[in-house]
């Protein structure tokens, strides 16, 4: 048998047996879906292994491909604000996304795609354990298979962490109206972050 297993074989609990750096390690092998072809970098994590709070966006674009780091670009720089808005220190939050390899031309991922990465995605959430987690837009939510949120709503998991769904960052960019809509969520749930110690 060979000893490069192809990670198809692989399930989500077996790969948080393997922790955070195996995870990345099967990451960076991985050749599952198509997305891989195109794809400069993996982006696989920012932000702390011991986050409060995760956020999960749709999948890396332009900027992250490159540079192999999740929101480094111009949306990025609107979640960092949101981020300051929240205050959230360094070491209290951690960035994910929903596919590994970015999509041609930024489209969404296909629901194969998300399927195929999804192990990955359950198994950084295991291993990372946040208490809050936060699914930036619809794909995000689609990839967590929870069947539809309210806006701003939080819910709780059967793990007991607390589940909400914002705007992702990058339909925000330019939106006064909208960005001021997800300040007032943020405001309505700050304490699900906040009172924890
Ligand atoms: S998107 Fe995920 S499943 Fe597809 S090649 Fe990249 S790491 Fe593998």
Redesign the pocket.
């Known amino acids: 048998m060979s000893t490069d297993r192809n990670?198809a074989d692989i399930t989500h609990s077996e790969l948080v047996k393997q922790g955070l750096q195996g995870i990345t390690a099967n990451?960076l092998k991985?050749?599952?879906?198509q997305?891989?072809e195109n794809?400069t970098n993996?982006v696989i994590m920012r932000g702390s292994e011991r986050p409060k709070v995760l956020f999960i966006g749709e999948a890396p674009g332009k900027s992250e491909d490159e540079a192999g780091i999740p929101f480094c670009g111009r949306a990025g720089k609107v979640l960092d604000g949101l981020i300051d808005y929240m205050d959230l220190e360094e070491n209290e939050y951690a960035i994910i996304n929903t596919?590994?390899?970015r999509p041609p031309n930024n489209r969404k991922p296909t629901q194969n795609?998300l399927r195929?990465?999804r192990p990955?995605l359950l198994a950084q959430i295991e291993l990372l354990g946040p208490d809050v987690i936060i699914l930036l837009g619809n794909t995000a939510e689609q990839a967590f298979c929870v069947s539809s949120l309210n806006w701003g709503e939080a819910m709780i998991t059967p793990e007991g962490k607390h589940l909400m769904k914002l705007y992702h960052p990058a339909a925000l960019l330019y939106r006064r109206a909208l960005m001021e809509e997800q300040k007032k969520m943020i405001d309505r749930n700050r304490d699900l972050w906040k009172k924890i110690q």
């Open positions: 990670t990451i991985c050749k599952l879906c997305l891989n794809a993996k596919v590994k390899c795609e195929t990465c990955f």
